[in-house]
């Protein structure tokens, strides 16, 4: 799993790719739930061009989708959830419930999916940073607030912070 860290206007971020070139992780300084550095393998700088340049795109405010290989690695419930989260259109947030609702879980579900939701190792790409608290406001999230607020800003999105 060789991995590469790259600047961006949220500081900078260590994306790992499997051997097979998916991206496997995108994680921020301070991110809560990165595995320890020596787990990521050989550091490379070059890998994974294409995510690079679709991430640089995104900040410069010229790319609103991803298309990426991913490899994603959890429980069967975690996937689920973060393949749901790629579905949360660019530009808008939806809440753990409605997200529990799109999923067919019930209400009480929501807090497992905030906890599926925290986990998710490949940030930004899978916009985990999209889900908000039923209030509108901001709630949790593993590289901080102030970055999901930035990514949120990037993005234009309607949400009531």
């Known amino acids: 799993m060789p991995y590469a860290v790259i600047g961006s206007p949220i500081g900078d971020l260590t994306l790992v790719g499997s051997d097979e070139g998916e991206l496997m992780g995108i994680y921020m300084e301070q991110h809560r739930h990165r595995p320890p ?3 990521f393998g050989p550091r490379d700088d070059t890998i994974l061009p294409e995510v690079v340049r679709q ?3 995104y900040f410069d405010g010229t790319r609103t989708t ?3 290989p991913l490899k994603l690695v959890g429980t069967p419930f975690q996937r689920e959830v973060w393949t749901a989260l ?3 259109p660019y530009g808008t947030t939806t809440t753990y419930g409605e ?3 799109v999923l067919g879980k019930t209400a009480a579900a929501s807090r497992a999916v905030g906890l599926a939701n925290g986990k998710n ?3 930004i790409i899978v916009p985990c940073h999209r889900v908000v608290a039923s209030t509108g406001h901001l709630t949790g999230y593993a590289g901080g607030l102030s970055r999901k607020q930035a990514l949120l800003s990037l993005e234009r999105a309607d949400a009531l912070f």
């Open 37 to 39: 550095m020596e787990t």
């Open 55 to 57: 991430l640089t795109e």
């Open 66 to 68: 991803f298309d990426v």
């Open 86 to 88: 790629t579905e949360i």
């Open 99 to 101: 997200l529990a609702d």
């Open 121 to 123: 190792p490949i940030s």
